[in-house]
């Protein structure tokens, strides 16, 4: 069983930075996936960005050269480096932690943290 908790969520004017932590609890937290989700009001949840523990990354199209994702894996901690952010940024922000083991995937999802960009 993994617990994550996220913060760092907040307000901010377009073209600002926040970044967001979110640290779990258990073991094993190196063979997890880790990730970062969002949902904007009246949309489906999308893929922000992921880094596994060899440091492999994906990020969204809308991500890629604002967005950083890195993990701490001696403080079980994964981030999320936000620049530049714009309006269509705000959302809800959720961290992921998964895995695979013989077949059985092991998801879990943290609260979630609100992230609004205005002025």
């Known amino acids: 069983q993994v617990q994550l908790v996220e913060s760092g969520g907040g307000l901010v004017q377009p073209g600002g930075s926040l970044r967001l932590s979110c640290v779990a609890s258990?073991?094993?937290?190196?063979?997890?996936?880790m990730g970062w989700y969002r949902q904007a009001p009246g949309k489906q949840r999308e893929l922000v960005a992921a880094?596994?523990?060899?440091?492999?990354?994906d990020y969204a199209g809308s991500a890629k050269g604002r967005f950083t994702i890195s993990r701490d894996n001696a403080k079980n901690t994964v981030y999320l480096q936000m620049n530049s952010l714009k309006p269509e940024d705000t959302a809800v922000y959720y961290c992921?932690?998964?895995?695979?083991?013989?077949?059985?995937?092991?998801?879990?999802w943290g609260q979630g943290t609100q992230v609004t960009v205005s002025s």
């Open positions: 992921n932690a998964v895995k695979t083991v013989l077949w059985v995937k092991y998801d879990y």
């Open positions: 258990g073991r094993d937290f190196t063979n997890y996936v």
């Open positions: 880094l596994t523990s060899g440091g492999v990354t």
